[in-house]
């Protein structure tokens, strides 16, 4: 089995209890593509939506006003099951890794009432100064709320 198999299979058996923070996000019929099903690009919406949403609320992040930004390097996703409009779903969040200046992402996307992710993905941001696009180290207070998402078991 290879390492990318392995860790799709590990992503796919992973819990709710694996994620600190959820925001709960309602379909729209418009994320439905000609398959009726969500479209897989708005799964990166959703992944930048709780990622951005958690940063505001709860680690002093302000996309419009910060000397800081975080811009995404990498990017990933998994496919289990597909979702569909009208359904609610729980967008879990938890941080993987954080660096000097970067922290990893994982979101997990799970139907309301399901144990089960639909996908799992996440990114990479890498922090720097808004105007000169230079990465700097992650401001202490942005640090201390992305703490509170870091998983101690969270290996892909």
């Given amino acids: 089995m290879s390492s990318d198999s392995a860790s799709g299979q590990a992503l796919r058996t992973r819990a709710r209890s694996a994620y600190p923070y959820f925001l709960p996000y309602r379909t729209r019929w418009t994320d439905n ?9 708005v799964y990166y919406h959703l992944f930048d939506s709780v990622v951005n949403t958690y940063l505001i609320q709860h680690a002093h992040l302000s996309p419009a006003t910060s000397p800081l930004i975080g811009l995404v390097v990498s990017s990933f996703s998994h496919f289990f099951s597909p979702v569909s409009f009208p359904v609610v779903l729980d967008l879990g969040l938890r941080v993987t890794k954080i660096g000097s200046s970067s922290v990893t992402y994982e979101v997990a996307v799970f139907e309301q009432g399901s144990d089960s992710p639909s996908a799992v993905g996440g990114y990479t941001h890498v922090f720097v100064d808004r105007v000169s696009r230079k990465s700097v180290p992650i401001a202490s207070n942005t640090r201390e709320g992305l703490n509170k998402l870091l998983s101690p078991t969270a290996k892909l």
Avoid at 33 to 41: F, G, I, M
Wanted: charged residues 10%; negative net charge; glycine residues 0%.
């Fill in 33 to 41: 593509d000609q398959y009726s099903h969500v479209n897989n690009s």
